[in-house]
């Protein structure tokens, strides 16, 4: 079955390559996801592991699934849920793209006159729908996102700051260069990652702002998870020089659809960088460490194993959502323990 698609955008995000300068473009092409040591280019240069947020949070949740996906490049099924968070994105950067100095000076002579509905609006008209309307109830998660947005485009008017409202940057995408140690082995990496948004606080440093179209629940694991990608977005923009974005002063994520299939609801937060990058800098630095010896011992060990209970989070999470469960060794030697 083929899903409904929609992107409004010149460009899918992933097509459009930037880099910062020319050793970072020869150091991404020099890289890739299924990197062994001592691997060479057809030139015979040094390969080097490409990491990205998807690959290290993958990785986090379940180094078999990692395997499966990034190595064996083994085809995962297309859901709604994914197609649903495309769409979204899609619509978003749009949106922002739209939104200039000049719309913005329209929105506050609008405000100024008080005609706070034709400024709203104005607004949601730069917002692009399919002709045969959305599929995946996209515009219920657009429609919550664009409220906040509007509240929070009424707090930055009445504060005099409407020029904070629009990003800095908008689906920006940033490559990054490092050499780890990992075992008294140096080794070289590559970095590459999305950021959804960059806002500027208005006191010379910079928020970034993450988007996500699934389920929130109120648990610390939701928390520590979210810290991880935000702070391995911040240290991207340190190790890649983007001065432009930098100091990163706070990050911030929005779930407009945060009650889906049983969340705890819509929310967004925002939160002190400086304060909590410390814990999620050492979490990163363990599992690229782990990352890096996975591949270097070619082991990627299934999350889920015989000694899992029925309590253990990952029967519903991540394996519920596995698409590799049938071919998984850590199931399998469940099936057959039972039989
Ligand atoms: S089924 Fe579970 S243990 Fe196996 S690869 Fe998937 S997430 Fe990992």
């Known amino acids: 079955m083929s899903l409904h698609k929609f992107n409004p955008n010149d460009k899918g995000f992933t097509e459009e390559a930037t880099y910062l300068n020319e050793d970072l473009e020869e150091s991404y092409n020099l890289s890739t996801y299924t990197w062994q040591p001592g691997m060479v280019d057809d030139d015979g240069q040094m390969m080097k592991l490409r990491i990205t947020k998807s690959t290290l949070s993958t990785f986090k949740i379940c180094p078999r699934q990692y395997y499966y996906q990034y190595i064996l490049r083994l085809p995962q099924g297309e859901t709604i849920p994914m197609v649903r968070g495309t769409n979204v994105h899609n619509v978003v950067e749009y949106f922002w793209k739209q939104i200039n100095e000049d719309v913005l000076e329209v929105v506050k002579k609008l405000l100024d006159e008080d005609k706070q509905i034709t400024a709203k609006k104005l607004l949601e008209g730069f917002l692009p729908k399919p002709e045969d309307g959305f599929h995946y109830n996209e515009g219920i998660v657009i429609e919550q996102w664009f409220e906040w947005n509007w509240m929070r485009l009424l707090i930055c008017y009445a504060e005099n700051t409407i020029h904070l409202w629009q990003p800095v940057g908008n689906e920006l995408e ?47 694991y939701k928390y520590s998870g979210m810290r991880f990608e935000m702070e391995f977005y911040r240290q991207m923009l340190v190790k890649s020089n983007h001065s432009e974005y930098l100091p990163v002063t706070q990050w911030a994520w929005e779930y407009p659809y945060g009650q889906v299939n049983g969340g705890d609801g819509a929310i967004w937060a925002i939160e002190d960088a400086k304060r909590l990058s ?62």
């Not at 490559?175 to 990652?193: F, R």
């Not at 519903?316 to 323990?337: L, S, V």
């Open 174 to 220: 940033v490559h990054a260069m490092e050499t780890l140690e990992v075992d008294g082995v140096t080794l070289p990496v590559h970095y590459k990652g999305y950021v959804d948004r960059v806002f500027a606080d208005g006191h010379g440093g910079f928020i970034l702002m993450e988007l996500k179209t699934g389920k929130w629940m109120e648990r610390p």
């Open 278 to 339: 410390r814990y999620a800098a050492k979490s990163i630095k363990t599992v690229s460490e782990k990352l890096i010896r996975a591949h270097i011992n070619n082991d990627f060990q299934p999350v889920h194993t015989e000694k899992c209970k029925a309590y253990c989070r990952c029967t519903t999470m991540p394996c519920g959502w596995c698409d590799y469960i049938d071919i998984c060794p850590g199931w399998n030697m469940i099936k057959e323990m039972t039989l």
